[in-house]
């Protein structure tokens, strides 16, 4: 599997941006997909992540704020991410594993896209 990020950008406080992940592959329906961020100078973090079920998990700060979604037909997933702070700003990597249904650890992920640069300024 190929995973291509892409939608980051500059934004101002309290607005929005939508990434997307997409994945080449004939059997991405049965990956988990998940999101990643890595600010200067601090370790990757965990956002959320969609199983290939459409269970989803999301880590507290983003949650009301962040909506991961995914449509398979389209081998692409979505996040969706509204009322930007400046602490969101990091590179946004999506990761894709099938060997879990969903999780938080980088290190249970298998394939990696390249990145994309996320900055919100107050």
């Known amino acids: 599997v190929q995973l291509q990020a892409s939608g980051g950008g500059l934004v101002q406080a309290g607005g929005s941006l939508r990434l997307s992940c997409a994945a080449s592959?004939?059997?991405?329906?049965?990956?988990?997909v998940a999101w990643f961020r890595q600010a200067p100078g601090k370790e990757r973090e965990f956002v959320s992540v969609?199983?290939?079920?459409?269970?989803?998990y999301e880590t507290n700060s983003v949650k009301g704020r962040f909506t991961i979604s995914r449509d398979n037909a389209k081998n692409t997933v979505w996040l969706q991410m509204n009322s930007l702070r400046p602490e969101d700003t990091a590179i946004y990597y999506c990761?894709?594993?099938?060997?879990?249904?969903?999780?938080?650890?980088?290190?249970?992920?298998?394939?990696w896209g390249q990145g994309t640069q996320v900055t919100v300024s107050s």
């Open positions: 969609i199983s290939w079920h459409a269970i989803i």
């Open positions: 990761a894709a594993t099938r060997r879990y249904s969903g999780s938080s650890d980088p290190d249970h992920y298998d394939y």
């Open positions: 592959g004939r059997t991405f329906s049965s990956y988990a």
